[in-house]
């Protein structure tokens, strides 16, 4: 009896080292309590700002976030082209650092009611010993035209390392399905509002 115990309690141990070692992150995010997301029916999506190494990153991101948007039915987003060219017609130069009057002039001229902007801070392969496994890290802000506040907002990473792949050589998602990911959970959260 004793020893039936013990393999129990070696089980339960062993389940909960699995399980805490599963790697994942809860996203965090801001969403305006005030505001009535359903009134957004066009938005904008802004080139992200690249903190990575890969020059490419942050318009992977931006495409992957437009398609996810148009998924979901609920917004029509503006082509990107007709962004750059509004962004080059009004003279701005960092996107990052825009300030309510150019985010409403920026609106106005694309005929969005909000724009969606962020960065791309990690886009790469994390290493542990001879494993490796891509990891994504974004954070997405979309702001109301009319009033140039930010509405939303969310920070997360995906990909890594999970205990799987550490300690059992299990297969890790592509970069693809990482970027997916990441997207698609931080474009569920404005879908409960």
């Given at each position: 009896?004793?020893?039936?115990?013990?393999?129990?309690?070696?089980?339960?141990?062993?389940?909960?080292?699995?399980?805490?070692?599963?790697?994942?992150?809860?996203?965090?995010?801001?969403?305006?309590?005030?505001?009535?997301?359903?009134?957004?029916?066009?938005?904008?999506?802004?080139?992200?700002?690249?903190?990575?190494?890969?020059?490419?990153?942050?318009?992977?991101?931006?495409?992957?976030?437009?398609?996810?948007?148009?998924?979901?039915?609920?917004?029509?987003?503006?082509?990107?082209?007709?962004?750059?060219?509004?962004?080059?017609?009004?003279?701005?130069?960092?996107?990052?650092?825009?300030?309510?009057?150019?985010?409403?002039?920026?609106?106005?001229?694309?005929?969005?009611?909000?724009?969606?902007?962020?960065?791309?801070?990690?886009?790469?392969?994390?290493?542990?010993?001879?494993?490796?496994?891509?990891?994504?890290?974004?954070?997405?802000?979309?702001?109301?035209?009319?009033?140039?506040?930010i509405i939303w907002s969310i920070s997360l990473t995906r990909g890594g390392l999970d205990f799987?792949?550490?300690?059992?050589?299990?297969?890790?998602?592509?970069?693809?399905?990482?970027?997916?990911?990441?997207?698609?959970?931080?474009?569920?959260?404005?879908?409960?509002?």
């Amino acid at each position: 009896m004793n020893l039936c115990k013990k393999y129990i309690l070696t089980i339960v141990i062993l389940i909960t080292v699995m399980i805490s070692g599963c790697r994942g992150s809860v996203p965090l995010y801001y969403i305006d309590p005030n505001v009535d997301f359903s009134f957004f029916k066009n938005v904008a999506v802004l080139p992200l700002d690249n903190l990575t190494n890969n020059k490419a990153s942050a318009e992977i991101v931006r495409h992957m976030v437009i398609s996810e948007l148009l998924a979901t039915g609920l917004v029509n987003v503006v082509i990107p082209g007709e962004v750059m060219s509004a962004i080059n017609e009004l003279g701005i130069r960092n996107i990052s650092s825009l300030n309510k009057n150019q985010i409403k002039t920026l609106g106005n001229t694309l005929n969005v009611d909000a724009v969606i902007m962020g960065s791309v801070e990690q886009y790469g392969d994390i290493k542990s010993g001879s494993m490796s496994a891509p990891e994504v890290t974004i954070t997405l802000m979309m702001a109301d035209i009319a009033s140039g506040n930010i509405i939303w907002s969310i920070s997360l990473t995906r990909g890594g390392l999970d205990f799987m792949s550490r300690h059992f050589g299990a297969k890790t998602e592509t970069m693809s399905e990482v970027v997916q990911g990441v997207v698609r959970e931080a474009i569920q959260t404005l879908l409960a509002y």
